[in-house]
C-alpha cells in the first residue's frame, strides 16, 4: 500500500497518488533510457568521415587517400579500409614515370611496379605488381617493350591505382609490422611503417621462401660508409653484383640484410634473407653475390634489377643483363658426351689380330640399315 510523504496533504485523493506512482515508474523504464541514465553499456558512435571502403582488390580510380601530383616517379599513402565488412590496408598510388618506361613496358606500367611488404620482425619478404596478376591459366599478353631500353623521347607515363595490400601480395592473417613500398626498375620510394590488421579474406598472393645459402664472401673493409649502410655494384658481363655492408655490432638483435631482384619481361622475382656476423671484424663487410641464386629452381635471364635493405639502409637499385649459360654438350645414353664428329656412316671391319680365330662371315659385314630392303643371298 502506498503511503503519501508526510509533507503531503492527508486529503489528496487516491487517484492522484495512483497517477504519481505509474509517471515514477514510466520515468524509470523510458525517461532514464532517453537521457542516457541506463546501466546498459552503448557502443560509442564513429566520429569522422566512413573508412574507406573497397570492393576489389585492383582498383584504377583515385580516392580520398590518393596522392597529389608531384614530380616524384612513385608515392603512395596507406589507409586502413573496409572490405566485404573485413579490416583491411589499402595502398593508394600515383606514378610519373619517364617515357623510357613506356619504351619498356607500355602504356599500362602496373604489372612492373611492385608493392613490397617488408616484415620487420620474421624479415620476409612478400611482393606483387600492383595491377591484376595473370592467373595460372590464362595467356600472358606479348610483350612489344623493349626491357633494355634507357632513354625515349615523349611525354611521362601518368596514372593512379590501389591496391588491397594483404590479398594482393598474401600477407599472413595475423596482424605484424610491416614496412611497405613500392618499387619499379630504378625508381624506389621510401618505406611507410604500417600494422596490418587480422584479416581472413582469401589471399591471392604467395610467398617467395628465403634462399638461405647465396654465394657471398665476407671480408674486412675500409670505408666512409654510413652505418647501416648497403651498396650495390655490377660487372658488365657477369651475374654477380658487389657492394660494402655497414652495420652495428651492438644492436640487440642481428639485423638481416635482405636483396631482392625483379627479373624483366618474366616479371619473376626472388630474394635472400643473409644473417651477418656480429663480431669485431664484420662491422664493415665487402661482398659479392651471384644474383641467380636468389631466384628459386628458375634461369633468369634477360634484364634483373636488384636492391639491396638493411635496417633503415636501402641501396640504389642497379641493373646488369644475364649473360648467357653455354649450351652444354649433347648427351647420349648414360650421360656420357657425344664426341665433337660424327664416325662415318660405314668403315671397314678391323683385320683381326695374329693368332686370333677368324670372326664369322656374318660379324664381318656391316649391319644393313633398318630401312633397307631385306638382303637376299644370291647364288
Given at each position: 500500500?502506498?503511503?503519501?510523504?508526510?509533507?503531503?496533504?492527508?486529503?489528496?485523493?487516491?487517484?492522484?497518488?495512483?497517477?504519481?506512482?505509474?509517471?515514477?515508474?514510466a520515468l524509470g523504464a523510458t525517461g532514464c533510457e532517453a537521457l542516457g541514465l541506463t546501466s546498459e553499456p552503448h557502443p560509442p558512435e564513429p566520429m569522422g568521415p566512413p573508412p574507406l571502403s573497397i570492393s576489389s582488390t585492383f582498383l584504377t580510380e583515385p580516392n580520398d587517400f590518393t596522392p597529389p601530383e608531384s614530380d616524384a616517379p612513385l608515392s603512395f599513402a596507406l589507409t586502413l579500409a573496409v572490405r566485404n565488412a573485413r579490416p583491411t590496408v589499402v595502398l593508394s598510388g600515383r606514378y610519373n614515370l619517364p617515357a623510357a618506361a613506356r619504351a619498356r613496358y607500355g602504356d599500362d606500367p602496373r604489372h612492373a611496379i611492385y608493392v613490397v611488404a617488408l616484415n620487420t620482425?620474421?624479415?620476409?619478404?612478400?611482393?606483387?605488381?600492383?595491377?591484376?596478376?595473370?592467373?595460372?591459366?590464362?595467356?600472358?599478353?606479348a610483350f612489344a617493350g623493349d626491357v633494355f631500353a634507357d632513354e625515349a623521347s615523349g611525354e611521362p607515363l601518368r596514372g593512379v591505382f590501389s591496391v588491397d595490400v594483404p590479398v594482393a601480395v598474401g600477407l599472413p592473417n595475423l596482424s605484424a609490422p610491416y614496412q611497405f613500398f613500392l618499387w619499379m626498375d630504378e625508381h624506389v620510394t621510401e618505406r611507410q611503417s604500417f600494422i596490418t590488421p587480422n584479416n581472413t579474406t582469401p589471399r591471392e598472393g604467395h610467398e617467395v621462401l628465403p634462399i638461405t645459402g647465396p654465394a657471398m664472401l665476407l671480408q674486412r673493409t675500409e670505408s666512409d660508409l654510413?652505418?647501416?649502410?648497403?651498396?650495390?655494384?655490377?660487372?658488365?658481363?657477369?651475374?654477380?653484383?658487389?657492394?660494402?655492408?655497414?652495420?652495428?655490432?651492438?644492436?640487440p638483435e642481428p639485423v638481416p640484410l635482405v636483396y631482392i631482384a625483379?627479373?624483366?619481361?618474366?616479371?619473376?622475382?626472388?630474394?635472400?634473407?643473409?644473417?651477418?656476423?656480429?663480431?669485431?671484424?664484420?662491422?664493415?663487410?665487402h661482398y659479392d653475390l651471384d644474383v641467380r641464386h636468389l631466384f628459386f629452381n628458375h634461369e633468369p635471364e634477360g634484364r634483373v634489377w636488384v636492391l639491396g635493405l638493411m635496417g633503415d639502409a636501402t641501396s640504389t637499385p642497379v641493373a646488369l643483363r644475364m649473360p648467357e649459360r653455354p649450351v652444354p654438350p649433347a648427351a647420349v645414353d648414360g650421360g656420357v658426351a657425344a664426341p665433337a664428329e660424327a664416325a662415318p656412316a660405314a668403315t671397314a671391319p678391323a683385320a683381326p689380330a695374329a693368332g686370333a680365330p677368324a670372326a664369322p662371315a656374318a660379324t664381318q659385314a656391316a649391319p644393313a640399315p633398318a630401312a633397307a630392303a631385306p638382303a637376299a643371298a644370291t647364288p
Open positions: 500500500m502506498l503511503r503519501l510523504p508526510s509533507s503531503a496533504s492527508p486529503r489528496a485523493p487516491r487517484a492522484f497518488v495512483l497517477s504519481a506512482a505509474v509517471a515514477a515508474l620482425v620474421a624479415y620476409r619478404i612478400h611482393a606483387a605488381p600492383v595491377g591484376p596478376p595473370l592467373s595460372p591459366t590464362s595467356t600472358p599478353p654510413a652505418v647501416p649502410g648497403v651498396t650495390v655494384t655490377v660487372t658488365e658481363g657477369s651475374s654477380v653484383v658487389e657492394g660494402i655492408i655497414a652495420h652495428e655490432l651492438d644492436a625483379v627479373e624483366r619481361p618474366a616479371m619473376q622475382y626472388g630474394y635472400a634473407r643473409v644473417v651477418l656476423p656480429m663480431d669485431d671484424d664484420s662491422s664493415r663487410l
